[in-house]
């Protein structure tokens, strides 16, 4: 059964910083794209950030450029996001996905696979 397991949210301050960890077990996604996606309550999944098979090529939505940073570890078969500088708007359920469609992925349908997702909570 493939599983992609996200962890690491939680309540933090304005300002504050978390890392978001997804453990994928059922496959191996090596030569996959990766991303991250968030929900706010009330509204549409909507696209972080992603990055390529070799962690060669990056990509982030305008709003979280500069404070988040995407990476992972293919010996692991993990991908991480790196959030610092957080704010409230940044609240949310946060999702990890795969996909082989091509190299950066920033559509939600183009991704195969999704884990679960880890709540975020940033307080003023």
């Known amino acids: 059964q493939v599983q992609l397991v996200e962890s690491g949210g939680g309540l933090v301050p304005a300002g504050g910083s978390l890392t978001l960890s997804c453990a994928a077990s059922?496959?191996?996604?090596?030569?996959?794209?990766k991303g991250w996606f968030r929900q706010a309550p009330g509204k549409e999944r909507e696209f972080i950030a992603a990055i390529n098979w070799s962690g060669g090529r990056t990509y982030y939505a305008d709003s979280v450029k500069g404070r988040f940073t995407i990476s992972r570890d293919n010996a692991r078969n993990a991908v991480y996001l790196q959030m610092n500088g957080l704010k409230p708007e940044d609240t949310g359920v946060y999702y990890c996905?795969?996909?082989?469609?091509?190299?950066?992925?920033?559509?939600?349908?183009?991704?195969?696979?999704w884990g679960q997702g880890t709540q975020v909570t940033v307080s003023s």
């Open positions: 059922g496959r191996t996604f090596k030569t996959y794209a």
């Open positions: 996905a795969a996909g082989d469609k091509a190299p950066i992925l920033v559509r939600r349908s183009d991704y195969d696979y």
